[in-house]
């Protein structure tokens, strides 16, 4: 998650705490101007790196998130990594 969030950042220029989160809220705004392309679990860092782009704004609320839960990760986390850095 660390080196995800990292080049999220670097990429996006753009910090948050968990780039990968899924839970997230959208202005009209964005839904228009983000254009996603990728199919796979690498959307949630190409719409970071596109607010920026976009003149859009983030705020991050904090919520209690755990990874490390036995039997929830749908991929392998270094495949899933790896993917998303792609």
Not at 52 to 72: A, H, K, M, Q, S
């Amino acid at each position: 998650m660390k080196v995800l969030n990292l080049f999220t950042r670097l990429a996006g220029n753009i910090k948050t705490t968990d780039s990968q989160s899924g839970y997230r809220a959208y202005s009209r705004r964005a839904i228009e101007e983000i254009i996603i392309t990728n199919p796979d679990m690498g959307a949630g860092s190409e719409i970071l790196t596109q607010i920026e782009e976009n003149n859009l704004n983030v705020v991050e609320i904090p919520i209690n998130v755990r990874y490390d839960v036995g039997g929830t990760l749908a991929k392998n986390s270094w495949r899933h990594g790896f993917g998303v850095l792609g």
